[in-house]
């Protein structure tokens, strides 16, 4: 059951960031679970259950991060990450990944949307296609989410535009992958045990994004 994330949690990470080795998160390992890993865990799976009464055909699955660094992948940097992150996306282990729901918490505050960051080229010829196919389409639905002057995009853009679709779609046509969400949106409400109808209620308000993004991907299908 979801009680609530705690200043604590977002403190720890501080401290991770700080203390980034071995020995000393074995000293707080007992720490990490209780006031981080455990309460993070319990709002990924609430807000999946969420998810799931509101979506039930939608085939929502969880991934939660790892605390743990990719070996292979240090950089120099220590072994832990100093945040954590959880998706929810349409289950199927053999196929490519699609478009994600996600929420990150990170030392510096949380991000959450909805997007596809697989990076191939053959996800952002699909995208374009769909674009080309439903301009007027995607146009509404951008103009239709809450909030939308707080939303940012993320994702690496081409170097050379791929075409010119008016200011609302072009961030979307010239991106190799292209994510969009929000930054530091739940104020309080972060450390409230209400955080996952928050959460479900914005993830919903994406989900005509995430399925104009689900049906792209299907175009690529054959291709990835």
């Known amino acids: 059951m979801f009680e609530g994330l705690t200043q604590q949690s977002v403190d720890f990470l501080w401290e991770l960031a700080l203390h980034n080795q071995r020995p000393w998160f074995q000293d707080h390992k007992e720490e990490f679970q209780r ?12 807000t999946l259950g969420l998810m799931r009464e ?8 969880l991934h ?3 605390i743990y660094r990719d070996a292979r992948r240090l950089f120099g940097r220590g072994p832990y990450q100093d945040n954590l992150w959880f998706s929810l996306e349409k289950g199927d282990a053999q196929l490519p ?49 809450p909030d939308r002057e707080r939303m940012r995009l993320w994702g690496e853009e081409y170097k050379r535009p791929k075409g010119e679709k008016g200011p609302l779609l072009d961030p979307w046509y010239n991106r190799k992958q292209v994510s969009a ?25 994406l989900k005509p994004l995430y399925d104009f993004l689900l049906e792209a991907h299907q175009m690529a299908l054959p291709s990835l």
């Open 35 to 46: 006031v981080l890993q455990k309460p993070f865990q319990a709002l990924a799976q609430a």
């Open 54 to 61: 509101r979506w039930p055909q939608a085939g929502l699955q």
């Open 64 to 66: 939660i991060s790892r």
């Open 97 to 145: 990944a699609g478009p994600v729901f996600w929420f990150e918490l990170g030392k510096d505050g949380t991000s959450h949307g909805v997007g596809i960051w697989n990076g191939k080229a053959a996800q952002a010829q699909a995208l374009r296609e769909k674009i080309d196919a439903a301009p007027a389409r995607l146009e509404d639905i951008l103009l239709a989410i």
């Open 181 to 205: 969400g929000y930054e530091n949106y739940f104020g309080p409400e972060l450390f409230s045990p209400g955080l996952p109808e928050r959460l479900a209620g914005s993830f919903s308000a």
